[in-house]
């Protein structure tokens, strides 16, 4: 069955957390310890996503990925939590990892920078985890610079180092 993208509903946010959880293991798995991403479970970070669109439904917007009767992917998208005014921020970019190299993550990419145009924003941010090198070579070639703004913020139990990236938006 060929995957279709669909903005998200309330519905799909237990299924979401399920898939963010498995897709930072995976992804994150060479460079923060396991036990610090066992602390967010699949069922919390289902939870955090229902509590979280009940906020911020008005401002951000999610995609999703099905693929048959299985959600396999999803965007997040909204105003940048430093800049409101100028910037809207691509929040998160998840895929289930056996659905990577197939093009999804660049149909979100996609879907996601012209979500951002439509609500107003002429520039794009994101945070990527510095250690996370394939996602950093995936924004790269999606048109994304490093700005040289760095934070670091808890992903599970564990501090992470990120690196902001930016690009003006079509």
């Not at 012209?114 to 070639?141: I, K, Q, S």
Request: one cysteine or more; proline letters at 4%.
């Amino acid at each position: 069955m060929t995957p279709t993208l669909r903005p998200a509903t309330a519905d799909d946010l237990i299924a979401v957390g399920a898939l963010h959880a498995r897709s930072r293991q995976a992804a994150y798995r060479d460079f923060l310890a396991a036990e610090a991403l066992a602390a967010d479970s699949g069922d919390m970070l289902g939870l955090w996503w229902s509590e979280r669109w009940k906020w911020e439904r008005d401002t951000h917007r999610m995609t999703v990925v099905d693929a048959g009767d299985r959600l396999v992917g999803f965007s997040y998208v909204g105003p940048h939590e430093l800049d409101p005014i100028g910037y809207g921020e691509l929040c998160a970019i998840h895929l289930e990892p056996d659905q990577q190299g197939r093009g999804l993550g660049r149909a979100l990419m996609v879907d996601a920078l012209a979500t951002l145009h439509t609500l107003g924003w002429h520039r794009a941010a994101l945070w990527v985890l510095t250690g996370n090198t394939p996602a950093r070579e995936f924004y790269r070639r999606g048109g994304w610079t490093a700005d040289g703004v760095e934070r670091t913020e808890h992903v599970g139990s564990a501090l992470a180092a990120q690196l902001r990236y930016v690009r003006d938006l079509p």
